[in-house]
Antibody, heavy 124, light 111 residues
Framework: QVQLQESGPGLAKPSETLSLTCTVS??????????WSWIRQPPGKGLEWIGY???????HYNPSLRGRVTISVDTSKNQFSLKLTSVSAADTAVYYC????????????????WGQGTLVTVSS | QSVLTQPPSVSGAPGQRVTISCTGS?????????VHWYQQLPGGAPKLLVY???NRPSGVPDRFSASRSGASASLAITGLQSEDEADYYC???????????FGPGTRVTVL
């Protein structure tokens, strides 16, 4: 069974860049049917999809975050990463990485394996 | 504000049946995009509960079932158990936003 584990600083300063890495074990990020996603959840609130990457490097981002978010993949390390620039208190959240499974249509992909999440607080 | 609407909370006694609605529009559920459901236990990460409308991953009991009609979908839990106390989220795709979207979540309480 694929397992995902987020890692990175738990604190980011306003206007700086938030950086997180997700390490995948029990499977490969190069499996053709899989996309690798980031989702976040502000404290006490709901889920927001941030974006995904395919092992080829192809990405799809939530337009509400476009311009601030970059997702990259390192197939040699079986990891993928998130960078979010110009952060503010509104970006304080638990960040989850997850596997997004391809189906017949890109619009119908679903998230079948999730990491445990990591809290990132934006504060000076 | 989410483009998918869910009731904030539902409750039921052990053994009862509860349903959670997920209402969208012509740009998401009504457009025919699949609906998926996730369960988030207190303090835990979301877990896939039902995918592609009404398929359950291995290990998910058949007490959980989903359906859809028009621009809405619903999740039913039959034989409600104390361990079902959790937040439940629906998810689909919105072609106006060009993004995967979640409902705001529904808290299920077992009385």
């Amino acid at each position: 069974q694929v397992q995902l584990q987020e890692s990175g600083p738990g604190l980011a300063k306003p206007s700086e860049t938030l950086s997180l890495t997700c390490t995948v074990s029990g499977g490969s990020v190069t499996r053709e049917s899989d996309y690798w996603s980031w989702i976040r959840q502000p404290p006490g609130k709901g889920l927001e999809w941030i974006g995904y990457i395919y092992y080829s490097g192809a990405t799809h981002y939530n337009p509400s975050l476009r311009g601030r978010v970059t997702i990259s993949v390192d197939t040699s390390k079986n990891q993928f990463s998130l960078k979010l620039t110009s952060v503010s208190a509104a970006d304080t959240a638990v960040y989850y990485c997850a596997r997004q499974v391809a189906t017949s249509s890109q619009a119908n992909y679903y998230l079948d394996q999730w990491g445990q999440g990591t809290l990132v607080t934006v504060s000076s | 504000q989410s483009v998918l609407t869910q009731p904030p909370s539902v409750s039921g006694a052990p053994g009862q049946r509860v349903t959670i609605s997920c209402t969208g529009s012509s740009s998401n559920i009504g457009a025919g995009y699949d609906v998926h459901w996730y369960q988030q236990l207190p303090g835990g990460a979301p877990k896939l509960l039902v995918y592609v409308d009404n398929n359950r991953p291995s290990g998910v009991p058949d007490r959980f079932s989903a359906s859809r009609s028009g621009a809405s979908a619903s999740l039913a839990i039959t034989g409600l158990q104390s361990e079902d106390e959790a937040d439940y989220y629906c998810q689909s795709f919105d072609n106006s936003l060009k993004s995967y979207v979640f409902g705001p979540g529904t808290r299920v309480t077992v009385l």
